[in-house]
């Protein structure tokens, strides 16, 4: 209860720090969480072991893939999952079990940067909109609301269609096309910052738009940042392996989750495995981004705690 | 009231306007000549392939060309590069499949979601909450492709239940419900996952919001029933802000069917927006593009107009 009733002072911890003197008491329970109350969050604890160990995988693939990942064997085409080949052979007698380390490393890479792009764009565009208001507010929001209405699936496999899909143009694509949803929910967070008494504070006192942008602002919709970033590397994923399907996404023999699940739809008759274990991959890494969005959420958002 | 819904109106069309010059933008600034697409340019000369170029007016400076191509699409005679035809015609050849599996998905997603999400919040982090919040979860984790590839190998090929690609049997013609049907359930199955997933969970925080507020307090206090409280005051509005999530999923939805449709041979719009992005198709990809958009402001404006109807404090506030 004594939460809800101090929210200024539990959603903007940099003026905690700098101007007010709190008791260690009341310290205890600032926004800032400690990690061990992160980890206590069951959701934080499965997601962040479960792409701890997908990262380690991606890091150590080298070492890890018992096989070449592109070494073709015809003989052992098609093979079904047995102790040579844990996950069976691909079309081209390739092992996938390699494939599938080494794709854990191009798809992972490709969605962070991806999404760093994406929250770079989308929290300036958001922080600005939301604070300045007026005509900036304006244009971005109608850019935003445009890039909405397009269906950004269709909006993709056009621009990929026609400009090729290099690694790093993928990237590019993927992240500037995914920004307007985190702009949105960075300026409504701002929105509700922004008369908050501490801003004023800060602005009474001579701080410029920036300085307060950066250091009461910023730190007020971090939390928010951090749950949108999380989720949408999910989402890029999910977008990836759906541009892989089409031949869109990064081209064979690069393997990723996505390409490699869908090179298996030929022969989902006769040789299920190509398909089914990429796209388990993709399954549980996607769920464990959004496990761990949902739990830092819970934990970072000071209205949901104690729930 | 009612000015607010002229004004947002009037809003559409600047929106429609830039949605259309960027469409024009991403495919025309694009290098790369797409009358190359249409015609071997070995097999012409380059009389015939100028020739071709003026007839599809891509001799013209750009804006004259966007403005060519606007005005025919608004009188509906705008024509496919590839196939001569108008395209609003193929649009609407098109149409009945995906409205119908779109309608099908939307009423599955949301009904399902709002029960979902309802039984959620009603009994926070019990085990029957985290085993909904996990299918949710996974409703959001799963690619579609490979939910239609996965559903296909189990459904298709292993069981035999369902038919595995086409709208309705071969050599049978017009919309038969009940030969239509077996064909849509597994496309229906594979949308309305992800939707299902997005409306629960929207659902799910709407009302755990709602029930944490001042007025819930109150209601309590004042010493109506707990069925009352809920029904009444928690259910009403939480469910709607779930509204809102009409316009913002139908640009996804859409993005959803070019691989459903793709997969499973549907004869629908999604898989003419892809057959037309890659032969390059350009009127039909913008036809297709600003399609959808009215599609996704209408939804929103519908959205926000029964949001404004149904609140009254988003009314005062304008």
């Known amino acids: ?307 | 009231m009612s000015r607010h819904i002229l004004r947002r109106i009037i809003l559409l069309i600047p929106m429609l306007i830039g949605i259309s010059i960027m469409s024009y933008g991403i495919i025309r600034l694009a290098p790369g000549d797409p009358t190359r697409m249409l015609a071997d340019p070995e097999m012409l000369t380059t009389e015939q392939m100028e020739a071709l170029r003026v007839q599809l007016g891509l001799d013209q400076p750009i804006q004259i060309q966007y403005l060519r191509t606007m005005q025919s699409l608004l009188t509906g005679d705008l024509l496919s590069f590839k196939t001569r035809q108008p395209v609003m015609e193929m649009i609407a050849e098109r149409l009945p499949t995906t409205a119908g599996l779109t309608a099908g998905v939307l009423i599955v997603g949301f009904s399902l979601g709002m029960v979902v999400g309802v039984l959620q919040a009603l009994r926070p982090s019990t085990r029957l909450d985290e085993a909904l919040t996990f299918f949710s979860l996974f409703g959001f984790a799963v690619p579609t492709f490979w939910l239609a590839l996965m559903l296909i190998l189990i459904f298709s090929v292993r069981l035999g239940w369902l038919p595995t690609s086409g709208i309705r049997p071969t050599n049978t013609a017009g919309w038969d419900p009940l030969a239509v049907a077996p064909y849509l359930v597994l496309p229906t199955i594979v949308l309305a996952t992800n939707l299902l997933a997005i409306v629960a969970r929207y659902t799910r925080s709407s009302m755990l919001e709602t029930m944490g507020q001042d007025y819930l307090r109150t209601a309590r206090a004042k010493g109506l029933s707990e069925r009352v409280v809920t029904v009444r005051h928690a259910l009403r509005n939480s469910l709607l802000p779930v509204i809102t999530l009409l316009g913002a999923q139908i640009p996804y939805l859409l993005g959803g069917t070019v691989a459903v449709e793709t997969i499973f041979a549907l004869p629908g719009i999604g898989r003419l927006a892809l057959d037309s992005v890659i032969s390059r198709d350009y009127p039909v990809i913008l036809t297709i593009n600003l399609f959808v958009a009215v599609l996704v402001l209408i939804g929103n404006l519908l959205a926000d107009i029964a949001y404004v109807l149904a609140d009254p404090r988003v009314r005062l506030g304008e």
């Open chain 1, 1 to 307: 209860m004594t939460q809800a009733t101090a929210p200024s002072s539990t959603m903007a911890p940099a003026v905690n720090r700098t101007r007010v003197n709190w008791g260690d008491a009341q310290r205890k329970r600032s926004a800032i969480p400690t990690w061990r109350r992160l980890l206590g969050n069951r959701r934080i604890a499965i997601g962040a072991a479960v792409l701890i160990t997908m990262y380690l995988i991606g890091l150590l693939a080298p070492w890890l893939s018992p096989a070449d990942p592109n070494a073709q064997i015809l003989l052992n085409r098609l093979r079904p999952p047995s102790t040579a080949h844990p996950l069976g052979t691909d079309s081209l007698g390739r092992d996938i079990l390699s494939r599938a380390i080494w794709a854990t490393r191009i798809s992972l890479s490709v969605s962070l940067v991806a999404m760093l792009i994406t929250i770079c764009v989308g929290s300036i565009l958001g922080l600005l909109a939301g604070f300045l208001g007026g005509a900036v507010d304006m244009v971005i929001m109608r850019l935003t609301d445009m890039l909405m209405a397009f269906p950004i699936f269709i909006l993709l496999i056009t621009i990929v269609a026609i400009y090729g899909s290099g690694l790093g143009l993928l990237i590019l694509f993927l992240g500037f096309t995914a920004w307007p949803l985190a702009a949105r929910t960075i300026r409504a967070e701002v929105l509700s910052l922004k008369h908050r008494d501490f801003i004023d504070a800060a602005r009474i006192n001579g701080a410029s738009t920036a300085r307060i942008l950066w250091f009461h602002v910023l730190p007020g919709v971090l939390s928010v940042i951090v749950v949108t970033a999380t989720l949408r590397v999910a989402t890029v994923i999910l977008i990836e392996s759906g541009l892989s399907y089409f031949g869109l996404g990064v081209t064979p023999p690069t393997p990723t989750w996505g390409n490699m699940a869908s090179e298996g739809r030929l022969y989902l008759d006769t040789a299920w495995w190509i398909t089914t274990f990429p796209g388990v991959l993709i399954v549980i890494t996607v769920l464990a981004y959004n496990l761990l969005g949902d739990g830092l959420r819970d934990e970072l958002d000071p209205r949901r705690r104690g729930r």
